[in-house]
């Protein structure tokens, strides 16, 4: 298998511009995490999907970000309208269940809002 | 609230020295505990995992302890080799529901030849 596959893998756009981030789970994996990676603040979890349902969303910053998981090998993010602070690595990662606690990372999508 | 806290926030060894990563949380209940490895610019890579029973657990010249009475555990790295620098990760899961997962900040490791 690939892994989880990420894009794009650097995005770089003007404030007030929409953006997605696109995800390939691991096939076979039923959970499906988006976490946003800051040096400041390190890795948080956004949302994650358990069967292409969101289980927890209390992570997303605000209204501007959304999520969606419409089959079992594909999700994306999408924030509208970008603001300079959502400037980050944005990495999606997979797993097989919940209950492992073995996260799968993609190499991350490093997105510039100027 | 579950915190994971992680010491030192970097270090600089020589290339073949060896070096010991620090984690404390206050997470629980428990399930388990994982050490991540993180490369700049790539994704995270699981390098051991411990569960409440386990003391010590291996992954070549990484070696993982866990004290679950004081909710301490290390990650010791043996003869350092350039490969080593990176960012670790301390993450511990709860019991809770979801098996909700908790991060520490990461230590920044930098090997010098």
């Known amino acids: 298998d690939a892994g989880v596959i990420q894009s794009p893998r650097h995005e770089v756009t003007e404030m007030g511009q929409e953006v997605t981030l696109r995800c390939k789970p691991i096939?076979?994996?039923?959970?499906l995490f988006w976490y946003r990676q800051t040096m400041m603040r390190g890795l948080e979890l956004l949302i994650y999907?358990?069967?292409?349902?969101?289980?927890?969303d209390s992570g997303m910053p605000e209204d501007r970000f959304s999520a969606k998981m419409p089959n079992a090998s594909f999700s994306t993010l999408k924030i509208q309208p970008s603001e300079p602070r959502d400037s980050a690595v944005y990495f999606c990662?997979?797993?097989?269940?919940?209950?492992?606690?073995?996260?799968?990372f993609g190499e991350g999508s490093r997105l510039t809002v100027l | 609230k579950n915190q994971v806290e992680q010491s030192p926030q970097s270090l600089i060894i020589l290339e073949g020295k060896n070096c010991t990563l620090q984690?404390?949380?206050?997470?629980?209940?428990?399930?388990?505990l994982r050490w991540y490895k993180q490369d700049t610019g790539r994704g995270p890579v699981s390098l051991t995992i411990?569960?409440?029973?386990?003391n010590t657990k291996s992954n070549g010249r990484y070696t993982a302890t866990l004290d679950a009475d004081t909710k301490q555990s290390s990650l010791h790295i043996t003869a350092s080799q350039l490969s080593d620098s990176a960012s670790y990760i301390c993450?511990?899961?709860?019991?809770?529901?979801?098996?909700?997962?908790?991060f520490g900040g990461g230590t920044r490791v930098l090997v010098k030849p």
């Open positions: 984690c404390n949380y206050t997470v629980s209940p428990f399930s388990n």
């Open positions: 990662a997979s797993s097989l269940g919940l209950n492992t606690g073995e996260l799968f």
């Open positions: 096939s076979g994996h039923n959970s």
């Open positions: 411990m569960t409440f029973s386990e």
């Open positions: 999907f358990n069967n292409n349902v969101p289980i927890d």
């Open positions: 993450v511990v899961t709860t019991q809770a529901a979801g098996n909700k997962l908790t």
